[in-house]
C-alpha cells in the first residue's frame, strides 16, 4: 500500500529521471543512495542488488542488502521485502531494525502460510533481547505480538463475510480505493500503464496513479452476481493529471466530488492536497483546492457525511502524532498521518478549523482511508493498532474527538497483508456488503479491489413432541409460538414422526409452547436469536402430560342462597374459568351436579337441586358450549358435603339444629364431574332453500373437474 498516499502516505516522489549522470553509474553505491534519497525505490533497488552481487567491501554490502529489503518494503513488495530481512538478519545479526523488519515480512506474508504468525512472535521476542528501542519500543512490540496472537485466535473463527477479488477491474498494478457511485459505477484508482502522464512513477516502477470508472450490472435474481464493465479514465485533462490523483468521495446527490491530488497544480511541491469538482452536465469541473489544504502538509482519502456537513480525512498536518523513531524519523520530528475531521458552515459558506480524531483512534502509526457510514460508524485503515498484519481494517463510532475503542474487522475482511480503504453498505435487516481494497495472497496484482457481502443469517428451528410419561412421540401436536418482534403467532403442528421445524428471524425472542387433546399444556419454553452471528439450529422439546381426568376440573364456591336456584355474580365468575376449560379442551364433556342442605323435604330438594343445576348449565350454554357436552344432575340432599347435618327421622328438627347456618352453606352447591373426552363437533347441515336450484359442483370434461361457477 505504499502508493502516494499510503504507507508512505502522501510524499510524492519526483519523477524517475532515467538517465545517468556523471560518476552516479547505473550499479553503484553512488547512484543506489541517491535514487534512495530521492524516493526512486524501484531503481534503487536495482541498482542495490547489482552492488550487493558484485561489491568486496563489507561494510557497502551489509548496507546493500539491507537497503534492497527497504525498497521492496517501500514499493510494498512484501515477499522479497522478507527474503532480503532474512538475510541481513542472517549477515547482520546486531541490525536491530532489520530484525525488526524481518518480524513486521513474516507477519505481513502470513496469509499463504499460518505457521509465519508464530515465526514472527519468535522474531519480534529477538528483537525485545537486542534491547534496541530506538524503532519501536517495547509497547509498540507488544502490540504487534498481540496482533498475531489474534490472528492464530481467530483463524478457525466462522464469519458470514464472503469476499471476492473484482478481477473484471483488477490488472497487476496497483488497483484500489473504490467507491460506488449512484447504482451502477465504481470509481477506483489505478498505477495501470496507458495513464495520463504515460511517464514511470520512480517510487513504484509503475506509473502515476490515475482515477477510472467502471459500469457494474447486478443480476436481479442475485444480487451478489455482479458484472463488471471494462475500466475507462475518468477524464484526461481535469481529474486526473500527469501526476498521481485518485481516492474520491462523493456527496449525497452525487454531483459534488472530492479527490485527492499530488503536485498537480505546479509540479513544483512534494504533497497531497484535497480538491473539489463539480458536476456539470455529465463532466466534471476542474478541480479546486479546499482552503485548508496547503502546500505546507499532505491531505488526502476524503469522505464525506450523508448531510455534506462534515468531511472526514487523512493528514500528517501539525497536530498529528508523531512517528516512531526509526531510521526513517531519526529525530522523531516526522508525524504519521492522523484522521481529521473538518466542518462546513452554511452560512458562511466556508469549511471551519481540522480537528484531529483524537488518541482513541490516531496512534504513531499511520491511520487513513477513513469511510463515515451513514449511522454515524467509522470505518479506517490502521497501522498502529493490532493487526494482523500490515495495515487493517477497523471500525468505530463517536463524534469528534470522543471515539469508542477501535474494533478489528477480522478475516476474511482484514488479511496479513494492507487491507484498506472500506466502503459499507448496510440493509435493513443488517446485512453489510461494499468495497476495500488489500494486497493479501491471491490477487490479481500488489494492490486489488475486492468485493465483499454477507451471506444471510438462517436460523431454524425445530423439536419433537412427547408423552412425558411413555417418551412416546405425539403426532399433530399444536405448537404456538409468539415473537418479540411481531404481534401475531406462528401456529404449526407436529408430522407424522412428532416432529417439527420452521425457519425463524434474527435478532428475536421467542415463547413456545405445546398443546394436544387429552394432554396437558407443555411449559412455556423460550429460545433467543439475539446472541448468534452467524447461521444456527436451534432446537426445542416438548414433554406433555397425559390428562389426569379425575383431577382435571376443580370448582369450588359456587354456592346458593337458602330455598333458592339464582347465581351468584361470583358463582359466574367461578362458571367461567369452567368455560375456559371446556374451550380449551373442546372433547372434554362434565357433568354439573347440585345439592341442597338436608333441611325441607327430600323429594322437594331434587326439584330444587335440579333447577340449581338447570341455572348452572344455562349460564355455560350462554357462553357459546354445547349442549351435547354439559348434563345438568340434581341430586337434592343425598350427597351432603357435611354429614352431621341430617335432618330425616323421628328426630328431624334436632338433628338439623346440629348444623350452624355456614355448615348448611357448603351443601347448597354446584360440583363438577368429568364424564369422559369423547366429545366430536357435529358437521354442520346448511338447510337447502327448495326455491333455489341445486348447481352442480362440477362437470367431467376429458378426464379433469372443471370449477363450480361463483355463488
Not at 494482523?388 to 468505530?396: E, M
Amino acid at each position: 500500500m505504499n502508493k502516494f498516499f499510503s504507507t508512505s502516505l502522501f510524499v510524492l516522489a519526483i519523477v524517475a529521471t532515467m538517465l545517468s549522470a556523471g560518476c552516479k553509474s547505473k550499479g553503484s553505491i553512488v547512484s543506489a543512495r541517491e535514487h534512495y534519497k530521492k524516493k526512486e525505490y524501484f531503481l534503487s533497488s536495482e541498482d542495490y542488488k547489482a552492488v550487493y552481487s558484485k561489491t568486496k567491501v563489507k561494510e557497502e554490502k551489509l548496507e546493500a542488502v539491507f537497503k534492497t529489503a527497504e525498497c521492496y518494503r517501500l514499493m510494498n513488495d512484501i515477499k522479497s521485502a522478507e527474503s532480503w530481512y532474512a538475510k541481513t538478519v542472517k549477515a547482520d545479526p546486531k541490525n536491530a531494525e532489520a530484525q525488526l523488519r524481518y518480524a513486521l515480512s513474516l507477519k505481513n506474508n502470513a496469509s499463504a502460510d499460518v505457521t509465519k504468525y508464530s515465526s514472527a512472535i519468535i522474531e519480534f521476542n529477538k528483537y525485545k533481547k537486542l534491547g534496541d528501542a530506538s524503532c519501536y519500543d517495547e509497547a509498540a512490540i507488544d502490540r504487534e505480538i498481540k496482533g498475531c496472537e489474534y490472528a492464530l485466535k481467530w483463524k478457525n473463527e466462522k464469519s458470514r463475510y464472503v469476499v471476492e477479488n473484482i478481477r473484471g477491474i483488477n490488472t497487476k498494478w496497483e488497483d484500489f480505493a473504490p467507491q460506488q457511485y449512484k447504482k451502477d459505477q465504481l470509481f477506483f484508482t489505478s498505477d495501470r500503464e496507458k495513464g495520463v502522464s504515460g511517464t514511470q512513477y520512480g517510487w513504484t516502477g509503475n506509473g502515476h496513479t490515475d482515477v477510472y470508472v467502471s459500469t457494474f450490472k447486478v443480476n436481479k435474481k442475485n444480487p451478489n452476481d455482479v458484472s463488471y464493465g471494462l475500466p475507462n479514465l475518468l477524464d484526461k485533462d481535469k481529474v486526473n493529471t500527469k501526476f498521481n490523483d485518485g481516492v474520491v468521495c462523493f456527496d449525497s446527490k452525487f454531483t459534488t466530488m472530492y479527490v485527492t491530488q499530488c503536485n498537480s497544480v505546479d509540479g513544483k511541491g512534494n504533497r497531497c492536497r484535497l480538491y473539489v469538482s463539480k458536476l456539470n452536465g455529465t463532466e466534471w469541473s476542474k478541480p479546486e483546492p479546499l482552503p485548508f489544504s496547503t502546500d505546507s502538509f499532505s491531505c488526502g482519502h476524503p469522505s464525506l457525511s450523508k448531510d455534506g456537513q462534515i468531511l472526514y480525512f487523512a493528514s500528517d498536518m501539525p497536530g498529528s502524532t508523531p512517528k516512531l523513531t526509526c531510521a526513517d524519523n531519526p529525530d522523531g520530528t516526522v508525524l504519521s498521518k492522523d484522521l481529521w475531521m473538518v466542518t462546513y458552515t452554511k452560512r458562511s459558506n466556508t469549511w471551519g478549523d481540522p480537528i484531529n480524531l483524537g488518541p482513541a483512534i490516531n496512534t504513531p502509526g499511520d491511520e487513513m482511508y477513513p469511510y463515515i457510514h451513514e449511522d454515524g460508524m467509522l470505518y479506517f485503515s490502521s497501522t498502529g493498532h493490532p493487526s494482523l498484519g500490515g495495515s487493517d481494517i477497523y471500525y468505530t463510532k463517536g463524534e469528534a474527538s470522543d471515539w469508542s475503542s477501535p474494533v478489528n474487522m477480522k478475516s476474511p475482511i482484514n488479511s496479513s497483508g494492507d487491507d484498506f480503504a472500506m466502503q459499507m453498505f448496510k440493509d435493513k435487516e443488517g446485512n453489510h456488503s461494499g468495497y476495500f481494497s488489500s494486497n493479501r495472497d491471491g490477487g490479481k496484482g500488489s494492490d486489488d479491489v475486492y468485493r465483499f457481502y454477507m451471506n444471510p443469517l438462517i436460523f431454524n428451528l425445530s423439536g419433537v413432541a412427547r408423552n412425558a410419561k411413555t417418551r412416546e412421540l405425539l403426532p399433530n401436536t399444536l405448537i404456538t409460538i409468539t415473537s418479540s418482534n411481531d404481534t401475531g403467532k406462528i401456529i404449526l403442528r407436529t408430522d407424522a414422526t412428532g416432529s417439527y421445524r420452521l425457519k425463524i428471524k434474527a435478532k428475536t425472542d421467542y415463547e413456545l409452547f405445546a398443546a394436544k387433546e387429552d394432554y396437558y399444556d407443555s411449559k412455556l419454553m423460550f429460545q433467543t436469536t439475539k446472541p448468534y452471528d452467524q447461521s444456527t439450529d436451534l432446537f426445542q422439546d416438548f414433554d406433555l402430560v397425559p390428562f389426569n381426568f379425575d383431577s382435571l376440573i376443580v370448582l369450588q364456591g359456587i354456592y346458593y342462597d337458602l330455598d333458592k336456584a339464582d347465581l351468584r355474580p361470583l358463582s359466574r365468575l367461578i362458571l367461567d374459568t369452567l368455560v375456559q376449560t371446556l374451550n380449551k379442551y373442546p372433547r372434554v364433556r362434565v357433568e354439573l351436579g347440585s345439592h341442597t342442605d338436608c333441611r325441607a323435604d327430600s323429594l322437594y330438594n331434587v326439584g330444587l337441586s335440579q333447577r340449581r343445576a338447570d341455572s348452572a348449565v344455562a349460564y355455560i350454554l350462554s357462553q357459546g358450549i354445547d349442549s351435547l357436552r354439559i348434563f345438568a344432575k340434581g341430586y337434592g340432599e343425598n350427597r351432603l358435603a357435611v354429614t352431621k347435618c341430617k335432618c330425616e327421622g323421628p328426630d328431624e328438627r334436632s338433628q338439623g339444629q346440629k348444623c350452624t347456618e355456614e355448615e348448611h352453606q357448603l351443601n347448597r352447591r354446584t360440583t363438577v364431574q368429568f364424564l369422559d373426552n369423547n366429545y366430536v363437533k357435529k358437521p354442520k347441515v346448511v338447510p337447502v332453500d327448495p326455491k333455489k336450484p341445486v348447481l352442480p359442483q362440477g362437470r367431467q370434461r376429458g378426464g379433469t373437474t372443471a370449477p363450480a361457477p361463483r355463488r
